[in-house]
Every structure is written in C-alpha cells, then in structure tokens.
T-cell receptor, first 111, second 110 residues
C-alpha cells in the first residue's frame, strides 16, 4: 500500500525559529514535491526534486530551502520562520508519469 | 502562463447528480487529474484523463476535451460523504509538476 508520511500533523513555532518538515515515502518514487495550501489560494508548489541531491524551485520558494540526501526522504526547511508562513504543508511523491500521492499534511502555526 | 479555473463553491442535493467544470490554459498538455480533499485531510486521487472522452469509475466520471481546454467531473447518486473540495490539476509536459486549480468546495445537503 502506497504511503507518504510527514513528521508532524501539527506544529507551533516562534518567529525566527528554524523549522524542519520531514517527508518520507516508501514507494521508491523518483519525484517528490512540497506544497503549501492556504484558503482561497489553493495548492502552491514550493520546491520539488526529481532525484537524490537534485532540487528545483517551484512557484513560491522564497523563505524556504529543501534537502534530499536519500531517495525516500525530502525535507523542507524554513530558515527563519515568519507569521506569513503559517499554513498547511503537503508533501507528495510520484513515479514519472503517474498520479501524485500526498502525505497527511502538517499544519504549521508561526507565532 | 498557466491558468486553471473551476467554480469556488457548489451545492447539490443527496441522491442527485453534480457536474464540476474545469477549464485550463497551459503551455502544453500531458494529462489532467482530479483529486478529492476532505476538510483537514490530504488530497486523494480520483481520476486521470490524457485522451479526449469520458472515463468512468463507479459513481464518478471525468471528461476531457483537449481542443477546448475543458474537463468536468461528474458525481452521481450523491452521498453526504461526497461533501469535500475537488481539485483539478494539469501536467503541461513530460514529467513536470502538476499545476492545481484552487478547488471547488462541494456541499451535499439532505
């Protein structure tokens, strides 16, 4: 059974903190993605990766970075969290031409 | 640029049929996807169209017209559990990331 897991369902951090969001998939997929989802704005792509050690900027990469040291793990890093990064963060993975599978999401609140 | 449009909200009655439309303008086309997302949960895959026509899967069907840049999701015999957001997404070429519409929030009422 397909599985994408994220390290936390809910997270509360303070402004200026460094935040790590972890995503792990067990399907040996090459491609992994990080989105944020906000009311009225839909799903917006932050970063994605086609393979280990590779990363590509999505539509809204500012204030974020990523790391992909192993094929199954894709981490999203908020270098210095700000209140406008309060959001639902969704990780997804897929093999080249098939549908994307999403993790359960992390609802991050930055105070 | 890329643009995907779908209605923001729809309401339908239990047992009825509802059609959710999606229009897209992308630089290329390599598949259209529909996802269902219940409140507070992750999106789950419903359907995939890459050729023109209708794909049927149980109570759900999805239609595509590439020449018109148009798709719809048809939900039959609506149930209360179908209350959710429905996301239309397009892959414009090759292995590029999906581009999502903002979603249509469907409310099923008794």
């Amino acid at each position: 059974d397909v599985k994408v897991t994220q390290s936390s369902r809910y997270l509360v951090k303070r402004t200026g903190e460094k935040v790590f969001l972890e995503c792990v998939q067990d399907m040996d997929h090459e491609n992994m993605f990080w989105y944020r989802q906000d009311p009225g704005l839909g799903l917006r792509l932050i970063y994605f990766s086609y393979d280990v050690k590779m990363k590509e900027k999505g539509d809204i990469p500012e204030g974020y970075s990523v790391s992909r040291e192993k094929k199954e793990r894709f981490s999203l890093i908020l270098e210095s969290a700000s209140t406008n990064q309060t959001s639902m963060y969704l990780c997804a993975s897929r093999s080249s031409y098939n549908e994307q599978f999403f993790g359960p999401g992390t609802r991050l609140t930055v105070l | 640029g890329q643009n995907i449009d779908q209605p923001t909200e729809m309401t339908a009655t239990e047992g009825a049929i509802v059609q959710i439309n999606c229009t897209y303008q992308t630089s290329g086309f390599n598949g259209l996807f529909w996802y269902q997302q219940h409140a507070g949960e992750a999106p789950t895959f419903l359907s995939y169209n890459v050729l023109d026509g209708l794909e049927e899967k149980g109570r759900f069907s999805s239609f595509l017209s590439r020449s018109k840049g148009y798709s719809y999701l048809l939900l039959k015999e609506l149930q209360m559990k179908d209350s959710a957001s429905y996301l239309c997404a397009v892959r414009d070429s090759g292995n590029t990331p999906l581009v999502f519409g903002k979603g249509t929030r469907l409310s099923v009422i008794a």
